[in-house]
Each structure stands twice: as structure tokens, then as C-alpha cells.
């Protein structure tokens, strides 16, 4: 296994070089951190101040892009707090990859070539390209534009899922996705699902022609999530409100305010060039190329014996 | 009262749920990469043995269950209830049927038992995995035929019935193994 990863770093390598791609290396440690509240950070504690671990590179990746740097990739160890479990190790590595002048449909179909080479042919299906709507149309058989709070509710409980408490409309969206659709995906391929609602924008642009719905996408094999991106926000203005108001949805919950990346904002007010970026779980992609069940499979040292 | 948060959950803790006492099996974190979080729990109702399937959003608590496993002696029964005794305090306990329900027809009176209190009242007794007892009604065995492998019905003195070798003879002592109920050899 540690052979395998070794070669499919190498082989992540290659393909960005061939395509005059460059490695970039990024702090771990800053002074903001990601403020959406589904991400909790571990922190680092210095006398002078309380410094964030990276839960991935994607801020100080885009300063770069907005100095000039080109087309940018970066293979992260990245940090997210709780995060344990089958699929999940707290510390995991993240390939993330900024593409100019792409937009998120044409990002995907490098994703797809990246994936299917890296694959070979334990991929007996062509790829499937799914928007979010027609995914929960298809597979759970509800509308995630129209539906309120109580229809996707009853959706959920009518599938089977019995959730204790109460959800927000996307933490519905959220359970009907991981526990419904993802597992209906097909397991010998590739889907992207692509165009989330907005509500779901993250750091991704609204559609300019359908605001219902963000330039944002997922590419799953078989059931497991391996990659999320972006067509990027590069408005520094309504970047900074969703900021603000991660950090509103945070306190209301109880969750600490994290700081928010003023050099981020800075660097967006002078100007973002167009580009799409995507971050890959490069510990999930193994863990699918080698055919494993548990993270910890991939990994040297998980967790619980770090 | 003790609460456990989603983070504590792995199979074998014992929580309350709707007034019950469960355990869980399996605990499975669900999460996708900008989204809600949530534990896909499988779980067993410690007083009906019924498994369910509950989804948590992750971070919530849950009360704890005071559920313990306990090493008891069997003692007798009355018709009505099962008493037990820990060996060390000799604090005795009663266990009513639906309690004693699946170790019932292993229980031989000093044998060593596993008994589940919840709030300090039995819910469950699991015999031990071994139990040595007397054959009191078999059929005589039919000489030259021990080598076919054949089995045949005996009663043992705990009234249960378990299929022996036909070399084994009424008033036999035997091994069984109470997980299975297959006989493992003579005692």
C-alpha cells in the first residue's frame, strides 16, 4: 500500500506536468480559517495568538492566482476536526487544482481524465453527468429546488431514514444525498453531479442564467464522494458577506466565529482571473483504486494511532 | 444524568432512547465534504432484541443507559422468577421470564452466568458459553453404526434438546455449547 500511494503521487505528478501545470506549496498554519460552519479547524495555540490549521489550501492558493501565478496545483495535508470514520481521517491529503479560463464543465472533464487514467479499467462504465436536480429527481424521487422543510422531510422518513431532531432544508438535502442518491450511484463508474443549489454555492459563482442553482459539482465513484468544485466566486464583495454570514450561522448555532481571511478578500478585490478549481480526496481516490473499505487501510498511521 | 455526544458512539455502548435501553451495534459517520454531518446508527433494543437503523446529526447527545454486565451465580427458580447471586457481596437478584427467556434451558443451578442490569434490575442472562449436563432421556444408541456420523435427540436434565452422537447414553455427562446448542464432546 505504501508503494501505491507513492505511485499514484507520481502519477498525480505527471499528469499536471504534462499539462504545464504548477506545484505549489501553501502555510497549514494561518491566521483565518474556513469559516463554513459544516468545517470545524483544529487550532494551534502560540502565546501571541490561536492560528488555524488548513482544512484545505483553496485561500491562499487563489492569492496566488490573483498575483499572476498561472495554473496551480498543490497535494495537501489537510486538517478537519470530528472528522472520523470510515471515509474520513481527521488529517487527510487533498489534491487540489486551479484551472484559468476553464469554467466547472470543463474542469470536470479533467477531473474525468485524471480519474479514468489513474483507473484504468476497474472503471467498466462510461462516466455519467448527472445535475443535482435530476440526481434527487431520479433517486429519491423529489424535487430539491421546490421542495420546503416538512415535503422533504416526509421524503426522508418515507425512504426509510429515521432522523432523530430536526434539520435545516440543506441538512435534508444533505441526508437524502449521502444516504440515498450516493449509495444508488452506480459502483463500477463515475458521476459527476454538477449545478448545486445555491444554497449550497459555497465558494462557487450563482448560474448567471438559472440563480437557482451554483457553478459547483461533486464526483462520486460508486457511492463514495471523492472531489468538490468550483467555477470560483471571484466577487470580493459577496465573497465577504458569506463569510459573515458562515460566521452569523455559527454563532447562532454555538459554533466559535473563526477569522475570516482578510488577504483572501484583499487579493479577490484586485481581481480573481476566471478560473474553476477542485479539491480531491487523494486518500479516498486509493482507497477506490485498491479496492479498500476504511480509510485506514490507506493510511501508514490512521488516527487512532497517530 | 451521564450523556454520551455522536463522537463517543462504538458499538457496545449502551444508551436510553424513547425510555429504552439499547446498544449499539454499528456506527457509521456519514458526511459529505461541505455538508451536514451525520452518525447512521444500527442498534439494538436491550429489552425486545429488535435492531433498528437511526440516523444522527452528528454533535447531538444522547442519555446514557445504566447497563452492566455482571458475573452471577444461578441459584433456583421458583416458577415465577430466576434468582442470582454475586459471589463476592452474595446480593441477590430476581430475574423474571422475558430476562431469562433465551438462557432458560441452559440454566443448571450454580453455574456461572452473565446478567445485565439496567438501573440495578436484570434485562437479560446469558449463560455461560460452555455447560456441562446430564443426558436424563436418550434412546440407546445402535452399535456399528458410530462411524456413519449419525445423530440422535437427547433431553438433558435443563429440559433442553440437543442432537448427540449415538455412542453418547442416557446418564452421560456432556458438553455443549450454548451459542450454537451443538454437543461438543462427553464431560
Request: hydrophobic share 45%.
Amino acid at each position: 500500500m505504501l508503494r501505491r500511494r507513492a505511485d499514484l503521487l507520481w502519477s498525480i505528478r505527471d499528469f499536471f506536468r504534462a499539462r504545464g501545470v504548477l506545484e505549489v506549496e501553501t502555510p497549514c498554519l494561518s491566521r483565518a480559517g474556513a469559516t463554513d460552519p459544516a468545517i470545524e479547524s483544529l487550532t494551534v495555540t502560540l502565546p501571541e495568538a490561536t492560528l488555524w490549521l488548513h482544512t484545505s489550501p483553496e485561500f491562499p492558493m487563489k492569492r496566488l492566482l490573483a498575483a499572476g501565478s498561472g495554473d496551480i496545483y498543490q497535494i495537501a495535508r489537510v486538517f478537519r476536526a470530528g472528522e472520523a470514520g470510515r471515509f474520513h481521517n481527521p488529517e487527510f491529503t487533498l489534491l487540489e487544482w486551479y484551472r484559468i479560463g476553464f469554467d466547472h464543465h470543463r474542469l470536470m472533464t479533467e477531473v474525468d481524465a485524471l480519474v479514468r487514467g489513474l483507473a484504468g479499467d476497474r472503471l467498466s462504465r462510461p462516466t455519467a453527468w448527472l445535475s443535482y436536480r435530476q440526481a434527487m429527481v431520479d433517486h429519491a424521487g423529489i424535487d430539491p429546488l421546490d421542495a420546503d422543510v416538512g415535503a422533504l422531510a416526509d421524503r426522508a422518513r418515507a425512504l426509510g431514514l429515521d432522523v432523530r431532531g430536526e434539520l435545516e432544508r440543506d441538512g435534508w438535502l444533505d441526508l437524502i444525498m449521502s444516504m440515498v442518491v450516493a449509495p444508488a450511484l452506480p459502483a463500477d463508474g463515475l458521476t459527476f453531479i454538477h449545478d448545486y443549489p445555491a444554497s449550497q454555492a459555497a465558494l462557487a459563482r450563482i448560474c448567471p442564467e438559472s440563480p437557482a442553482v451554483a457553478e459547483r459539482f461533486e464526483l462520486y465513484w460508486g457511492g463514495v464522494e471523492l472531489a468538490n468544485g468550483f467555477h470560483e466566486l471571484g466577487d470580493a464583495v459577496e465573497q465577504g458577506a458569506r463569510f459573515e454570514a458562515d460566521n452569523r450561522r455559527r454563532r447562532s448555532a454555538g459554533q466559535a466565529a473563526v477569522a475570516v481571511d482578510h488577504h483572501l478578500l484583499a487579493a479577490l478585490a484586485e481581481g480573481l482571473p476566471d478560473c474553476a478549481g477542485v479539491a480531491l480526496g487523494v486518500d479516498r481516490l486509493l482507497m477506490c483504486l485498491s479496492g479498500c473499505d476504511h480509510i485506514r487501510q490507506v493510511l501508514a498511521f490512521d488516527w487512532e494511532r497517530a | 444524568m451521564a450523556m454520551y455526544s455522536t463522537n463517543e458512539f462504538k458499538s457496545g455502548l449502551k444508551i436510553l432512547l424513547d425510555g429504552d435501553p439499547y446498544a449499539i451495534v454499528e456506527n457509521e459517520f456519514v458526511k459529505p465534504g461541505k455538508g451536514q454531518a451525520f452518525n447512521r446508527v444500527k442498534m439494538r433494543n436491550l429489552k425486545t432484541g429488535r435492531v433498528l437503523d437511526k440516523t444522527f446529526k452528528s454533535g447531538d447527545s444522547v442519555e446514557a443507559a445504566d447497563v452492566m454486565d455482571t458475573d452471577m451465580q444461578y441459584l433456583y427458580a421458583d416458577g415465577e422468577f430466576w434468582h442470582f447471586m454475586m459471589p463476592e457481596s452474595f446480593e441477590q437478584y430476581a430475574a423474571n421470564e422475558a430476562a431469562v427467556i433465551d438462557a432458560m434451558k441452559w440454566l443448571k443451578e450454580q453455574d456461572m452466568c452473565t446478567v445485565t442490569l439496567w438501573n440495578n434490575v436484570p434485562l437479560s442472562v446469558s449463560p455461560p458459553n460452555f455447560v456441562e449436563l446430564k443426558i436424563t432421556q436418550c434412546d440407546p444408541g445402535i452399535r456399528g453404526d458410530t462411524a456413519t456420523g449419525g445423530t440422535k435427540p437427547a433431553t438433558l436434565e435443563t429440559g433442553a434438546v440437543v442432537k448427540v452422537p449415538l455412542f453418547v447414553n442416557e446418564g452421560d455427562v456432556i458438553r455443549v455449547d450454548t451459542r450454537t446448542g451443538d454437543y461438543v464432546s462427553r464431560a
